[in-house]
Structure formats: structure tokens, C-alpha cells
């Protein structure tokens, strides 16, 4: 059974519409990563859910209860603000017990409560202070703290890795989905980092546009973007979009790229004459010294080492920018100057011009 | 401060101390006045040397003005009773009422809201005697006149506005997730307001508190018009030194030292209040 379900949810504000028409399914104990540009509505959305706000249109169910237009003490949900929202005036341990003390608890078992899931986000030693008295990194983990300590069956996380800094952000990204699973609850993690989405999230949606542009696994957001945007939201450095078009040849589609022809799979044959855009990554480029009918020869404007890893900026002899990246250490051989580009042909990707949708390959 | 040359600073203190002492010279003169007969305080020139008496306060707590014309009977202490009566209760009342008020002002957004907040507030600009008159007929024909719960219902003119607006900032300044992530919690809006809310305005509904008490403390014209001897504040009770014989100087002082006194002890036990911090840190922007 859907452990949450939103349905047709709209919400405006004086600036104009936040959410039109969203719906958004989510299973028990699923972690879905609500990812997208800031701004977006994936806070307000959040907020709905929470009953913090009341959406214009739509419907919230929560293990198929309707709450809408419920209070959000009515809700019972778990939610870790972005901004931490910590009580000033109550020490740690009160801010955690504050989700125990309101449904008649003994006071043996908040303690005990408390001080387990003090220990599991190693925030034990500091539950005696204040929140003032806290670093970023406590204050985020006493505000996850609070959500998780009633263990509720919906957990809504507001980007709470923003506010860290980058090393305590890269260790609780570690740490979190194993958290998060053994908590059993069905998670709504908010963030704009696409890695943070990744390495989270089950399932990834893409809110942009008022609207979810794609709900899916990791890998297919990644693999299969439903629209140009959404690919060029996921991945580092970002894809590579240029506007194309198929044309039809004995061989099979062919586009003209930088001067040169290139073959596509025969399965977007179909698309010969329709103006397209082309989406390439960077890791499938192939920079090579050789020329061949299969690849076309750029000038390499940029090398940039970033470790496991180097960026290479080609320049097309149109006048194309690509940006392509190759496995290799800081000792690159890459140097500036003309080289070829050979693209991954099972790699490429094709977006529809007009709709941005991405066109899925016919089967031969 | 290091870069402040030697003549700055000498010029600083100066300043300092000039306006220190051209504002508390008076009082300070008030209090000697306090322990002098009126002999001692009329004489020309002015000493500092003098025998102390204690004879003012001797006829302000016994209430028997003896003077050359006779003994004279004064209410002071039952006027000092008056004063704490009616501005503690004023702002008990007033609080009671302006910062639930006050809390709807900053967080709800009603039909009419910002006309009736400044409605309360323009209370302020009127001039108390331009209603005194309405006001003095309207209490006669209710029979409030001269009665406590009259001066009460009036001194809110002073006590209410006033906390409704400072109160009001304060709440204001609070961010809105803090009492959300409070009722997400699971509790309800009422506990969200007393555990929540009013805790984290307390710096400033203490200060609001305080304010509205000096003002409700401070209040002459009101009370003159409204209240007979037997209601009135030390306010208008120090009009009785002004005596067929001359002026009581020796009684005024002490009584204006005994009715400053519950103010300035009031402020400086609250001041702690007013200074603790508001912004904990729990929130970063």
C-alpha cells in the first residue's frame, strides 16, 4: 500500500504559482530524493505535506488517510527544517523530546528513546547545551534527531545537509541512507545536489516547472532523462546539448556536426528531418591523435586535472564547445592543440526540439 | 577605540559627566531635600551641611502633617497603595489581553488587521484631555467614576497600545518554523504559544511590562479628573503638600522618593531581561 500519496497538489503565492497539479506516489520505507533547481517548490511541497502550508487544489494522503486541511500536529510526520529550527530556550534533549512529550510517553522512555538516537547520530555528548552552544553539524543532527526519535511513517528532510560544511556533508551522505532505511519510514529528502539525489534516493524527482518532469531510479534520471532539462540537471560536468538535425542516409541517420558527418544508432532513423537536440556526456567522448571517417577534429581549447580525472574543453571547426572528460591523473599527455573527437554512439542521447522530451530509439 | 586620542577621551568623559550630572543632580538634590526640614531647605544660601531628620517620612507613613497651622491629615501611603494597585493591575490586564493580541497581529494576516492595530495605536497621539470630558460624563452616567475598575479600564489606553506594539515586533522577529517544527512535533497551537512563543518573546514582553507600568505609574491627568482622594496615585496625592501654611518642600522630596523608589527597583531587577539576548542562534538564515 502507498504509504503517501499526493494527488493533483497546487499551491500559489502572490509571486505566481509554485506547484500546478502535482502527484507523486511513494511505497513504505521508500526514500525518494526530491531534487531540483532552488526556487523550484520542493520546500513548499514539502511544507504541504507537513500541513505547514494548505494547498489551493489537490489531495494528501498518508497511509491512505486524507489529511488535507488537517493541523500539522494531526499528521504524525517527521520533518528536519532546512534552517534546523531548533528551540532556543530548551537544551538539546528537550529539542529531541519535544517529539515524544506531546502523545503521553513515560519519561523513562523518552530518555531512553532519545539517547539511542543521540548515539546514533553521535550527538550524545552534547545533548545538555543549548542550540547556541552548537556547531552547524550538531544543531543539523539534534534537528534530524528530533524527526526521527518518534519514528514516524513519514519523514520529510528539508536539504538538511545544506547548511553543513563540505566534509561533514560528504560523511552524512555516507551515513544517512543506511539511516534512514533502518528508521522504516518513508523519506522525502529534499536537496538541490544532484549527488546528494543520487546516493540518497531510491527513486529521484525531478520537480522543475511546477511540476515533476521525471520520477525514477537513479540510474534511468541518469540514463534515460525524460527531457533535455532533466539531463542537464544530473552529472559533472554537464551534458553536452547541440541543437541537430538526423538526416536520413543508405547507412542509416546521419547527423553534421563541426563539419563532419557522424553516424547515429539505426534506431532513431525515424527522426530524419525533425530538428533535435543532440545530448552527449562528456565521459562518452572519445578524444583520439588519428583521424577516421567516425570521428571529427577539434582543437583542444582547455585541460583541466581534477584528479581521477581530466576535463578537456574541444572546440569544434564551427565554433562548438564540448566538453569531454577522460580517465587519467594529474600527469595528463593531453595537451592544446588539434585532436580528434570520436562519440559513443550507444551513448547519445536525442531530444526533441521543440517538446525537449527525449526520443526513444525504435527497435530495429 | 585604541586610535581615540588622549584629548577625545578627555573630552568624552566631560561631556559624559556633565550630562550624568545635569540628570541626576536633581534627584540627587531631592534625596537631601528628603532629610531636611523645610527651614533647612528654604534657607539662602543652600548647604549641604545640615542635620538629618527623618520627620518627613515620619509624616508621610503616619499620614499626620503637622505643621505651623495645625495637624493635617494626608493619604500618601494609601495613595502609594493606589498607584501599585492600579498600574499592577492595568498591566496584568493589559498583557493578558495585548499579547495574544499582539501575537495575531505578526502572524495572521486578517481582513482589516493593519487598521485596527493602528487604530490602537493612534490611542497614543490623542492628547488625554481631548477625551477626558466624554470620557468623565460617560463614567458618570456608568457610575465609574471614582472607582478602581474605571482607572483601570482607562489606564489600558496607556498600557495596551504600547505592549501591543513592542510585543508585536518581537513576535515578528521569531521565526515562523520554529513554532511549525513544534506542532509538527505533535503538539497543538495552544502549547506552540505558551511553550514556544511566549518564552522566546519574554525578553520582550518584559520590557513591554515595564514600559506600560512606568507610563501607567507616571499618569497625572487621568487620575486627577477621575478619581477622588480616596482613589487617586501618589501622582496627584503630592498635590495635598501644597498646604494653606505653604508648601510642604520636605514631604514632597520624601514622597517622591518613596514613589520613584518601586519603579527604579523594578527596572533594575528587569533590566536583565531586556538585556538577554534575543536571537539564540537557532536559526541560521
Known amino acids: 500500500m502507498a504509504n503517501l500519496e499526493i494527488r493533483g497538489l497546487s499551491k500559489q503565492f502572490k509571486t505566481g504559482k509554485v506547484l500546478d497539479r502535482v502527484s507523486l506516489t511513494a511505497e513504505n520505507g521508500e526514500i525518494i530524493a526530491v531534487f531540483g533547481p532552488s526556487g523550484s517548490g520542493k520546500t513548499v511541497l514539502l511544507r504541504l505535506i507537513a500541513g505547514v502550508e494548505q494547498p489551493d487544489e489537490g489531495q494528501i494522503l498518508l497511509g491512505g488517510?486524507?489529511?488535507?486541511?488537517?493541523?500539522?500536529?494531526?499528521?504524525?510526520?517527521?520533518?528536519?527544517?532546512?534552517?534546523?529550527?531548533?528551540?532556543?530556550?530548551?537544551s538539546a534533549f528537550d529539542n529531541v523530546a519535544s517529539a515524544l512529550t506531546a502523545h503521553n510517553v513515560p519519561r523513562d522512555v523518552i530518555r531512553?528513546?532519545?539517547?539511542?538516537?543521540?548515539?546514533?547520530?553521535?550527538?550524545?555528548?552534547?545533548?545538555?547545551?543549548?542550540?547556541?552552544?552548537?556547531?552547524?553539524?550538531?544543531?543539523?543532527?539534534?534537528?534530524?534527531?528530533?524527526?526521527?526519535?518518534?519514528?514516524?511513517?513519514?519523514?520529510?528532510?528539508?536539504?538538511p545537509l545544506r547548511n553543513v560544511d563540505a566534509k561533514l556533508r560528504y560523511e552524512m551522505r555516507l551515513e544517512l541512507p543506511s539511516l534512514l532505511k533502518a528508521s522504516g519510514s518513508t523519506v522525502l529528502y529534499v536537496t538541490q545536489d544532484y549527488k546528494e539525489a543520487m546516493a540518497l534516493g531510491d527513486r529521484i524527482a525531478v520537480l522543475s516547472d511546477r511540476d515533476f518532469a521525471q520520477v525514477a531510479r537513479p540510474a534511468e534520471i541518469y540514463g534515460k532523462p525524460a527531457t533535455s532539462n532533466v539531463a542537464s540537471l544530473f552529472g559533472d560536468p554537464t551534458i553536452n546539448l547541440t541543437p541537430v538535425e538526423p538526416l536520413a542516409s543508405p547507412t542509416g541517420p546521419k547527423i553534421e556536426i563541426g563539419g563532419a558527418s557522424l553516424s547515429l544508432p539505426p534506431g532513431y532513423s525515424h527522426m530524419a528531418g525533425t530538428r533535435c537536440i543532440l545530448g552527449l556526456r562528456a565521459e562518452s567522448i572519445v578524444v583520439e591523435d588519428a583521424g577516421s571517417p567516425e570521428n571529427i577534429p577539434v582543437e583542444v581549447a582547455a585541460v583541466t586535472p581534477l584528479n581521477e580525472r581530466t576535463l578537456l574543453l574541444l572546440r569544434t571547426n564551427d565554433g562548438h564547445e564540448i566538453l569531454a572528460s577522460e580517465p587519467?591523473?594529474?600527469?595528463?599527455?593531453?595537451?592544446?592543440?588539434?585532436a580528434f573527437a570520436r562519440f559513443n554512439a550507444d551513448a547519445v542521447l536525442l531530444f526533441d526540439a521543440a517538446s525537449g522530451r527525449r526520443i526513444e530509439p525504435q527497435a530495429a | 577605540m585604541e586610535h581615540t586620542s588622549l584629548l577625545e577621551r578627555v573630552v568624552r568623559s566631560v561631556l559624559i559627566a556633565l550630562i550624568v550630572l545635569f540628570f541626576l543632580f536633581p534627584i540627587f538634590w531631592i534625596f537631601l531635600m528628603s532629610f531636611q526640614t523645610n527651614e533647612d531647605i528654604l534657607r539662602i544660601p543652600p548647604s549641604l551641611l545640615f542635620t538629618p531628620t527623618l520627620s518627613n517620612y515620619a509624616a508621610l507613613i503616619t499620614g499626620k502633617l503637622v505643621s505651623t497651622a495645625g495637624?493635617?491629615?494626608?493619604?500618601?501611603?494609601?495613595?502609594?497603595?493606589?498607584?501599585?494597585?492600579?498600574?499592577?493591575?492595568?498591566?496584568?490586564?493589559?498583557?493578558?489581553?495585548?499579547?495574544?493580541?499582539?501575537y495575531a497581529f505578526a502572524r495572521f494576516k486578517f481582513r482589516l488587521g493593519e487598521d485596527i492595530a493602528f487604530t490602537l495605536l493612534s490611542f497614543r497621539f490623542a492628547p488625554p484631555l481631548l477625551v477626558l470630558l466624554p470620557l468623565s460624563l460617560y463614567f458618570q452616567q456608568l457610575g465609574l467614576t471614582d472607582t478602581y475598575v474605571g482607572l483601570i479600564w482607562v489606564y489600558q489606553l496607556i498600557a495596551l497600545p504600547l505592549i501591543l506594539w513592542i510585543v508585536r515586533g518581537y513576535f515578528e522577529d521569531l521565526s515562523p518554523d520554529i513554532e511549525y517544527a513544534y506542532r509538527?512535533?505533535?503538539?497543538?497551537?495552544?502549547?506552540?504559544?505558551?511553550?514556544?512563543?511566549?518564552?522566546?518573546?519574554?525578553?520582550?514582553?518584559?520590557?513591554?511590562?515595564?514600559?506600560?507600568?512606568?507610563?501607567?505609574?507616571?499618569?497625572?491627568?487621568?487620575?486627577l479628573i477621575l478619581a477622588s482622594a480616596e482613589k487617586q496615585p501618589v501622582t496627584v496625592g503630592a498635590l495635598a503638600f501644597v498646604t494653606a501654611s505653604g508648601i510642604q518642600y520636605g514631604q514632597i522630596a520624601?514622597?517622591?522618593?518613596?514613589?520613584?523608589?518601586?519603579?527604579?527597583?523594578?527596572?533594575?531587577?528587569?533590566?536583565?531581561?531586556?538585556?538577554?539576548?534575543?536571537?539564540?542562534?537557532?536559526v541560521k538564515g
Not at chain 1, 72 to 89: D, I, T
Not at chain 1, 328 to 338: I, Q
Open chain 2, 254 to 282: 520624601a514622597a517622591i522618593v518613596l514613589s520613584v523608589a518601586p519603579t527604579l527597583a523594578l527596572a533594575l531587577y528587569a533590566q536583565r531581561y531586556l538585556v538577554e539576548g534575543l536571537s539564540l542562534g537557532a
Open chain 2, 71 to 102: 495637624t493635617l491629615d494626608i493619604a500618601f501611603m494609601r495613595n502609594l497603595w493606589n498607584s501599585v494597585l492600579l498600574s499592577t493591575t492595568s498591566v496584568v490586564i493589559a498583557l493578558i489581553l495585548g499579547v495574544p493580541a499582539a
Open chain 1, 65 to 90: 488517510r486524507d489529511v488535507t486541511g488537517h493541523a500539522p500536529e494531526a499528521r504524525g510526520v517527521g520533518m528536519a527544517f532546512q534552517n534546523f529550527a531548533l528551540f532556543p530556550h530548551m
Open chain 2, 184 to 223: 509538527v512535533a505533535g503538539h497543538s497551537w495552544w502549547r506552540t504559544f505558551t511553550r514556544i512563543a511566549i518564552p522566546l518573546a519574554g525578553p520582550g514582553i518584559a520590557a513591554a511590562g515595564l514600559l506600560a507600568f512606568i507610563f501607567c505609574w507616571n499618569n497625572f491627568v487621568f487620575a
Open chain 1, 112 to 159: 531512553r528513546k532519545v539517547e539511542k538516537v543521540a548515539s546514533l547520530l553521535k550527538i550524545e555528548h552534547v545533548l545538555g547545551h543549548a542550540p547556541r552552544e552548537l556547531s552547524n553539524g550538531q544543531k543539523q543532527r539534534t534537528a534530524l534527531a528530533r524527526a526521527l526519535v518518534a519514528e514516524p511513517k513519514i519523514l520529510l528532510l528539508d536539504d
Open chain 1, 328 to 338: 587519467g591523473t594529474d600527469e595528463s599527455p593531453r595537451r592544446h592543440g588539434p
